[in-house]
């Protein structure tokens, strides 16, 4: 029995000593399976490869990853167990590895950032902090041994980011974990990163998912003509285009980036553009997208999407804001009833973690029915069709406004002549918007604010700037806070670089 035990012990420390990390091209073949959510391929691939090479960790990675986008993505208790389980036998087995790999470091930090993400979606934020800590230290080490390692850009990038842009109340965070990030150098990173894997077989298994990537960060932190061509002209690579239509993701992020820029009708053509991969996991988020471009035209039809990602998608996030949405569609034609049992439904399903959900969660208790003009010049305004916007908020019956609708009308007027370039008329109303509704709890001044910022950086008055983006952050407002303060957090750093 002894010797048995000592051979079992040496057999295991064997296997120990030769795992090793062996990105070949099974591995890569799998891992842009996972990205297209052909998990079933995916994981055929993965049997295979694990089968001719039993020590490589890559495929039980992937295995995981799979696991990940099924546990964030569906938002189910199960997945996410099962994910943490699966997980932590996995970072054992990664650091009790000698292969001495740029990947080890790499992988356990991806890892650890996706239990980051994880903990951030159950609110665990301590927990998430310890984890965001552990994949940062991780990936900054694998960065000084391994400088020329193409995948760190991933990770640097990302962080870059969002410690670029974590609102003020969260400092001490940063202070805790002497984290440090700059969301230009982040930019650059992503943006790196995509150019290589682009035109690279060797990293093109990371396209779709640095794309991804640099497109939300382009959206959310670039606010310059040219970086909006710039996003265009990159959607229109050969080896993007070529895989674009039967990719759910990268159809997300374009058909995002073309409702951002107010290109509706071609975000639209986009999703329709998709070809379904058989058996791949259906991506609900593009059903809320969906119905988002088709209310920002006010085509009721939006309705159907709204209700299938109410009715279908099972996770928490953005149900209560569909529900909210789908109820609109209702009272902008003149649906009053039918538009209060939806908002009270909302109230039954989903959580508010994220803002849309939280301003559902408000309009539902608070039972203040949108004033339906105001609401239709906002859709519009979102689509791009700015004088149907203007014109429905001319022909408004102003005088059966309340403070906050009063309020909202300017703002509303600042945000058309802004987009519609008409910047002297934009900077009247922001500045008239920040007047009326400075120590409201409401968010249209701090928004003003942070657009007018937008207008005098672009103008080369930085000072000017500058003040706008500092009354910002000082303002206290309770609606969609924390993107508003990320944004001008950002557009401070990026004055200051």
């Avoid at 009270?344 to 803002?355: F, K, M, V, W, Y």
């Avoid at 010049?377 to 408004?396: I, K, P, T, W």
């Avoid at 019956?397 to 309020?407: A, D, G, M, P, V």
């Amino acid at each position: 029995m002894r010797s048995f035990f000592i051979i079992l012990f040496l057999f295991t420390s064997s296997l120990a000593f030769s795992a090793n990390f062996n990105f070949n091209q099974n591995c890569k073949r799998a891992y842009e399976k996972m990205m297209i959510f052909d998990f079933e391929s995916a994981n055929k691939i993965l049997v295979n490869e694990k089968a001719l090479h039993p020590n490589n960790l890559i495929p039980d990675y992937i295995s995981t990853y799979i696991l990940f986008w099924k546990a964030a993505l569906n938002e189910e208790e199960d997945d996410m167990d099962i994910y943490e389980e699966k997980v932590d036998e996995l970072i054992d087995e990664i650091e009790d590895a000698s292969d001495k790999s740029a990947y080890k470091n790499f992988l356990l930090s991806d890892i650890y950032l996706r239990g980051a993400y994880i903990k951030g979606m159950q609110t665990s934020y301590m927990s998430a902090a310890y984890k965001f800590n552990r994949a940062y230290n991780l990936v900054q080490e694998n960065k000084k041994e391994y400088p020329n390692f193409i995948p760190n850009k991933k990770l640097i990038g990302l962080m870059n980011v969002g410690i670029g842009t974590v609102p003020k109340k969260y400092n001490w965070v940063l202070k805790l974990f002497n984290f440090e990030g700059n969301v230009k150098e982040g930019l650059k990173q992503l943006e790196d990163l995509l150019r290589i894997s682009a035109n690279s077989t060797d990293y093109h298994f990371l396209m779709s998912e640095s794309l991804l990537l640099y497109s939300f960060t382009m959206e959310t932190f670039e606010v310059s003509k040219s970086s909006e061509q710039k996003l265009l002209s990159i959607y229109e690579w050969e080896s993007i285009k070529k895989e674009l239509p039967q990719n759910q993701f990268m159809i997300f992020s374009k058909a995002s980036f073309l409702k951002h820029i107010k290109k509706t009708d071609e975000a639209i053509a986009c999703i329709q553009g998709m070809q379904t991969v058989e058996g791949s996991m259906h991506f609900y988020y593009l059903d809320f997208l969906m119905g988002e471009c088709l209310l920002n035209k006010l085509d009721y039809s939006a309705a159907n999407y709204f209700a299938r990602y109410a009715k279908e998608y099972h996770g928490n996030s953005y149900r209560r804001a569909a529900y909210r949405k789908w109820a609109w569609t209702y009272l902008l034609q003149g649906n009053g009833k039918a538009y209060e049992q939806k908002m009270a439904a909302s109230l039954e399903i989903g959580n508010d973690n994220r803002n849309a959900d939280q301003q559902a969660t408000k309009e539902a208790e608070n039972k203040t029915i949108p004033n339906v003009d105001l609401l239709k010049a906002r859709l519009l305004f979102d689509g791009g069709y700015y004088e149907v916007a203007l014109q429905m908020l001319n022909n408004s019956n102003k005088s059966s406004f309340s403070k906050r609708q009063s309020i909202e009308f300017v703002y509303r007027k600042a945000r058309i002549y802004d987009d519609w370039n008409k910047t002297g008329k934009a900077i009247t109303y922001y500045k008239k918007t920040i007047e009326l509704g400075r120590d409201e709890t409401y968010y249209f001044a701090a928004n003003a604010a942070l657009h007018l910022g937008y207008i005098y950086e672009k103008q080369g008055r930085k000072s000017e700037a500058k003040i706008m983006y500092k009354d910002c952050l000082d303002m206290d407002f309770d609606e969609y806070q924390e993107g508003i303060n990320q944004k001008a957090k950002a557009a401070l750093e990026r004055l200051e670089d």
